[in-house]
């Protein structure tokens, strides 16, 4: 089974985080949000426009697990080219190895 989707476990990294931070941050940032713009009220109701902030904040927190997808996509590139592809440790280690850690964010 593994041979069919190479970068398998970094799909899994990948979704598992990405969710799981998205929804955290987000209601993180919903809590501040009430706090900073209602008076400190931690059960207030934010305006539509505080909601889409709150979603595009956490969002944008929750890119930390990007080389996660760097991973998957080099391992499957490796795997579609007849390559081995090895582990997700070994795939972001070839990877900063060769571009250094921003090759993780490209």
């Known amino acids: 089974v593994a041979g069919f989707y190479p970068g398998g476990t970094a799909i899994a990294f990948r979704q598992a985080t990405n969710w799981a931070s ?35 904040v956490g969002g944008t927190m929750a890119c930390w697990n990007h080389p996660f997808e760097v991973a998957r996509i080099e391992a499957q590139s490796r795997g579609n080219a007849g390559q081995p592809v090895g582990s997700m440790v070994s795939v972001m280690h070839d990877v900063v190895r060769a571009d250094g850690v921003g090759g993780l964010f490209r």
């Open 22 to 56: 998205r929804q955290g941050l987000t209601e993180f940032v919903r809590g501040r949000f009430k706090v900073a713009f209602h008076d400190g009220d931690v059960d207030a109701k934010l305006t539509r426009g505080q909601e889409v902030g709150a979603g595009i």
